[in-house]
C-alpha cells in the first residue's frame, strides 16, 4: 500500500512539475507539514527521489544540447548552435567534443561577419579542448588552421603541427603542406624546405593540382633560401 502511495504521488509530482503550477513541489510540502511522521517520512523520500531525478534530468539535457547544437552547426545554423552548445558546456565542461564545435561555429561566424571577437573566441574554444585531450588530431590540426589563416600566430602553429605530425605520428598531406606554410611564413626556409620535400612519401595520393602546389611552393622556397 505504502509503495502505491509512494508511487501516486511521484506520478502525480511529475505532472505537475511540466505543468504551469508555480509550486511544482505542492504535493510533497503538503505531506511534510503533515504532524503525522510516517506522512513526514514519506516526503522525505519523496523529496530524495525528486531531486535524484532532476539530477539526473539536468545531466541529460547536457546531451541533448550538444547533439541538437552538432545538428545546427552540419546546418550551417552557427548562432543557434552556439546557444545550445555554450548550454551543454553549463553542465559539463570537461567534454572536448562540445568546445570543438564551439570554437568551429566562432570560425564560420567570423568567416561571415569578420568580426574578429569570433576568432579570440575560437582559439579558446580550442584550447579548452586540447586542454581536457591534447592528442586530438581533428581538434589539432583545425586550431593550426586557425593560428595560420586567422589570428597568423605561425611560430605556436608550428608548435601545435609538430605534435601533430610528428609526436602523434599522423600521416597527413594537409598537415605537412600546413606546417611548411607556417615555417615559410616565419622565414625559416631552410625547415620549410625540408617539410614540402617530405610531402613526396605521399605523391600516391596527391592530386595534380597539389603535385603543381607543391612545385611551386619548393621553387619559391629554393628562391628564398638563396
Known sequence: MKKIFSF???????????????????????LARSQNLEKKENAANLYKEAISTLVNAYSSSAGLNKDIGKQLLFKGAFDKALFHLEQSCEIINNDFETYHCIAICHVNLYKINRNKEHLLKAKENYKFALNISPNRPGVLYDYAQLLVFGTEEYQEAVNILNHYIYDLKTPDKNGYFLLGRSLFLLGEYGKAYEVY?????FEK?????????LEGFIAETLNKKR
Not at 620535400?197 to 612519401?201: D, H
Not at 595520393?205 to 602546389?213: C, N, Q
Open 8 to 30: 501516486i504521488l511521484i506520478t502525480s509530482l511529475t505532472i505537475i512539475m511540466f505543468s504551469c503550477s508555480t509550486d511544482r513541489l505542492k504535493p510533497i510540502r503538503s
Open 197 to 201: 620535400s617530405s610531402i613526396y612519401q
Open 205 to 213: 595520393d596527391l592530386t595534380a593540382e597539389e603535385k603543381t602546389s
